[in-house]
């Protein structure tokens, strides 16, 4: 009954007039209840009456809030409006001239300032990895980071340092790959290069640098191996600049760096060596006139102090007769103690030192084969320290038994400390030697604060004169002293001991315990 009279209400088009409530009221109950009755399977309500009839939906199935906000907006874009505003023809804003991409600031900085801030960059970190990076910001970073000035220093590592063998030789080969295009277009104006860790190539690297880096002025080797005379006469012919050498901790032949030095010696001002078994034939090199210019030597003529701990100097007969060098002139300290008898003799010390007028400290330990007549001959006349001790050695040994007063006599206006411990020179050497110290009453001129003469044949009387003739004696060793007393064999330390020593000695009494 409800879709015939929808077909009729549809047929008649009758006017549709949605009223208010209240107004259905008026109606019959007969409407109202066949309202209630319309089935609703179709999705609507039709609620008919003689002036109207009015479609309402139905329940139906509820559906989604989005659902229902998408059948809204759909039905706004369906309005008249909507299809009035669609069927008006779109206009398109007129065509604009292309603009190219703002470079950004990088490009607006001038090059100078760009060198002046990446200069700052490369003295703080080097200029690696940074100038590479730099290079692939802009065209004008690019020609900023090319620029040879700012690769002035540079150290060189293969990335697999520490792996296995065959990994290594394969890290090597391939940063010489790279380094065969940056030598030329990089490093033309090199002044200080680091090569760490190289074991298989280090040839081919240093032919590059020879070839393409005529300003190197200083060459670090650390942890190499394999160099090789002719690689370094390579570097000291291509690298006029060159005068600084450290091949510390590499595996260098000495006939390399002495042939080197032969080439590169007359402009060579620092020089630093690890002691191994060929240091010998190098110093040897060095004592000649190869470098007359040497200020720094460790492992120079202008060294200040040189010390050769435990050398063992070998000395070589010569044929021909050697012309001595101009030696070290500026040297203060030299040091050549040994924990075991060495080979340095009066003709070595000789060798080193005759142009060392300026020597402060001479620490000879373990030297037995030095004599006082070749101390006396040295040409430094304010030796302040003096050291001669012989420690676990004498009894194997033959001692001089003269020539302490040669010593005491040239220096005592100078020494400060003066060690004789295991000297076998006689009691009356040494009191004839220990009582210049005595020659000047009250001995104000004297600067003596510390004697060794642990192991000596000293006598109580020669004590007892010097610790009356040096009152700025801080510090005096007396042990193993077989002609002393029993308990004052010992070290004193401080005035008061050394004050009571000489109290004890002269009264023969031992030291209260």
């Not at 002044?191 to 298989?200: A, D, M, N, Q, V």
Request: proline share 9%; net charge positive; hydrophobic share 40%.
């Amino acid at each position: 009954m409800a879709s015939g009279a929808a077909a009729r209400a549809l047929g008649a088009r009758r006017r549709v007039r949605v009223e208010h409530p209240a107004a259905a009221r008026t109606r019959s109950a007969e409407d109202w209840w066949w309202d209630r009755l319309a089935p609703s399977g179709s999705g609507y309500h039709l609620l008919q009456s003689d002036s109207m009839l009015l479609v309402l939906p139905g329940p139906g199935p509820a559906r989604p809030r989005s659902q229902r906000r998408a059948a809204r907006r759909a039905q706004r874009l369906r309005s008249p409006g909507s299809r009035t505003a669609e069927a008006k023809p779109r206009t398109t804003p007129a065509p604009t001239p292309l603009q190219e991409p703002d470079p950004g600031w990088g490009d607006r900085v001038p090059l100078e300032i760009l060198l002046q801030i990446f200069g700052l960059l490369v003295a703080a970190d080097g200029p690696i990895p940074f100038l590479g990076r730099a290079a692939r910001v802009c065209r004008r970073w690019n020609e900023a980071a090319s620029q040879p000035a700012l690769w002035h220093t540079l150290t060189l590592s293969p990335p697999l340092a520490g792996r296995p063998a065959k990994s290594g030789a394969k890290a090597e080969k391939k940063l010489l790959s790279s380094l065969e295009w940056l030598m030329p277009n990089r490093l033309s104006q090199l002044r200080r290069l680091t090569l760490i860790h190289w074991k298989f190539q280090i040839h081919p690297v240093l032919k590059l640098v020879s070839e393409s880096c005529p300003w190197l002025t200083f060459l670090k080797l650390s942890d190499c191996h394999g160099v090789t005379p002719d690689a370094l006469i390579m570097l000291a012919k291509a690298c006029p600049q060159l005068h600084s050498l450290d091949i510390q901790h590499s595996m260098v032949e000495s006939t390399a760096v002495v042939s080197f030095l032969e080439e590169a010696g007359s402009r060579m001002r620092k020089l630093w060596l690890t002691y191994n078994s060929q240091t010998t034939a190098i110093l040897g090199a060095l004592l000649g006139s190869c470098c007359p210019q040497l200020q720094v030597l460790e492992p120079g003529p202008r060294s200040q102090v040189l010390r050769l701990l435990n050398l063992m100097w070998l000395p070589k007969p010569s044929r021909r007769a050697m012309t001595p060098g101009p030696g070290f002139p500026s040297l203060e300290e030299l040091c050549l103690a040994s924990s075991t008898c060495n080979f340095v003799s009066n003709e070595v010390l000789g060798r080193l030192l005759h142009g060392s007028p300026h020597l402060r400290l001479l620490d000879l330990r373990g030297c037995a084969r030095i004599t006082p007549a070749g101390l006396h001959d040295l040409p430094c006349q304010e030796l302040e320290q003096l050291h001669l001790g012989l420690y676990g050695m004498s009894d194997r040994l033959t001692l001089a038994k003269e020539g302490s007063p040669l010593l005491t006599q040239k220096w005592c206006h100078s020494l400060r400390e003066l060690d004789l411990s295991g000297q076998g020179f006689s009691e009356k050497d040494l009191e004839q030697a220990l009582a210049v110290f005595s020659g000047t009453p009250g001995g104000s001129h004297l600067a003596l604060c510390s004697l060794n003469l642990r192991g000596t044949q000293v006598t109580p009387g020669t004590v007892s004169s010097v610790i009356n003739s040096c009152p700025g004696l801080l510090h005096l060793n007396l042990e193993s002293c077989r002609c002393l007393p029993r308990g004052l064999k010992r070290a004193y330390r401080g005035p008061e001991e050394v004050q009571w020593c000489l109290e004890q000695l002269l009264t023969t009494l031992p030291y209260p315990s």
